[in-house]
């Protein structure tokens, strides 16, 4: 199978000020289709850097980027728009939504953008907002949701053209535990149907959702494994009351 | 306490007093001092039990002190020890044991101790998502004790990341 990221002795080095300042250094990673990989680290430890990279938006310095089987780190600016319209969806820390279009448009235009049908798109819409509990907030402008409900919308909006490849940086940084657990259980759901997922993370709660857990430190890849499934246990298992 | 001496054994032979020292300055103020009655009672239990072999050693006008030797099947323990995940929130001062002791003996590196703990917290996180998802939302305070469970979890986490940061 061919996987759906490949870098090869990836490097970035961020020369703007005096000093140059490498973020990665040498990261060699491989993400199979379906599989859910957790990036870890310290702040600059190179994390965002990587899945910038990773969707075209940060440039390399040196090294390799594949995407389902195609070198894609020489390619040109608007080739990288194209694909990653057609392949990439992207949830940051800070939610990006297009200001004066609503919340449900705001969903609906990637896979429009993509080329779905509007029949489809429009259903993959409805699904999507009905999952994360934003039904009620379809006609809403961005800036009338909470920072937790915009985030939700964001990540609406990355899996709306079912992109081949998910990254998301920090997608629970704003949100409360009981909008967190929606994330969660969409993630969940969406990875179990085999949508292949990048994400950096602080947040355990999301990064345990993982099948494998990749560790960043100083530019680094320092540990690379799985994260180990265990038997269902009741609460008096887990949890120590003592 | 048996194990942390075993620890400090393994990096060098010593006599209880020694022990106390050491760990004292190993740990600083975050380590209450220990009571030499009490190491000397631990040491003689770990000599019963074959994981230390003590020596005497003699004196000019003073009685002989003895003077404590790691055994194979000491350092088998600490090993075991030592690679074993640690358990969850409750004992997470076993972990920094580990932390700070392992590598001072050559038995393993800081990095890969903290790694393996990370997966070893994340898997039990896993568990308490599945707990969590399983639990009936009317049942909160069985709620609130996943989530509490949570947030300790996630403190352990951040706390790692710092240790990562300063020691390894």
């Known amino acids: 199978m061919t996987p759906v990221v490949k870098t090869v002795n990836l490097v970035k080095i961020y020369s703007d000020g005096a000093v140059p300042v490498p973020a990665v250094r040498g990261v060699d990673l491989q993400v199979e289709p379906g599989e859910f990989v957790a990036v870890m680290g310290p702040s600059g430890s190179g994390k965002s850097t990587l899945v910038h990279m990773l969707g075209g938006l940060d440039t390399r310095t040196s090294g390799e980027i594949w995407l389902d089987g195609k070198r894609v780190d020489t390619l040109s600016e608007s080739a990288w728009a194209l694909l990653r319209r057609e392949k990439i969806g992207f949830v940051f820390q800070f939610f990006n939504l297009v200001a004066n279009m609503t919340v449900g448009d705001n969903v609906e235009l990637p896979a429009l953008l993509a080329g779905v049908s509007p029949k489809v798109a429009r259903e993959r819409r409805e699904s999507l907002l009905a999952a994360l509990n934003l039904t009620e907030r379809a006609d809403a402008a961005p800036a009338q949701l909470s920072g937790g409900e915009q985030q939700r919308v964001a990540l609406a909006r990355a899996l709306a053209n079912k992109p081949s490849l998910l990254l998301a940086d920090e997608p629970t940084g704003n949100l409360d535990s009981r909008n967190t657990r929606d994330v969660l259980r969409l993630l969940g759901e969406v990875h179990k149907e085999g949508q292949t997922i990048v994400m950096v993370t602080h947040d355990a709660r999301v990064a345990a959702l993982a099948d494998r857990l990749v560790s960043l430190f100083d530019g680094e890849i320092v540990d690379d494994g799985r994260i180990a499934r265990r038997r269902s246990r009741t609460a008096g298992e887990v949890i120590d009351l003592r | ?168």
Request: hydrophobic residues 40%; contains cysteine; glycine residues 6%.
């Open chain 2, 1 to 168: 306490m048996r194990l942390h001496l075993l620890a400090l054994l393994a990096k060098e032979p010593a006599h209880g007093y020694e022990l106390k020292q050491a760990l004292e300055q190993t740990f600083g103020s975050a380590y209450p001092s220990p009571n030499i009655g009490q190491i000397y009672v631990t040491l003689g239990r770990l000599e019963k039990d074959g994981l230390v072999r003590a020596v005497d050693v003699e004196q000019s006008n003073r009685p002989n002190k003895k003077v404590y030797y790691l055994t194979a099947k000491g350092r088998d323990l600490l090993t075991t020890w030592v690679d074993e995940p640690t358990e969850g929130p409750r004992v997470r001062d076993e972990f920094f044991m580990k932390l700070v002791l392992a590598p001072l003996t050559g038995i393993a590196d800081r990095m890969a101790l903290i790694n393996r703990q990370r997966r070893h917290y994340l898997s039990l996180m896993s568990d308490l998502n599945d707990l969590l998802e399983r639990t009936p939302p009317a049942d909160r305070v069985a709620i609130l004790l996943i989530e509490g469970a949570m947030l300790h979890l996630q403190a352990d986490l951040d706390w790692l990341e710092r240790c990562q940061e300063d020691l390894a």
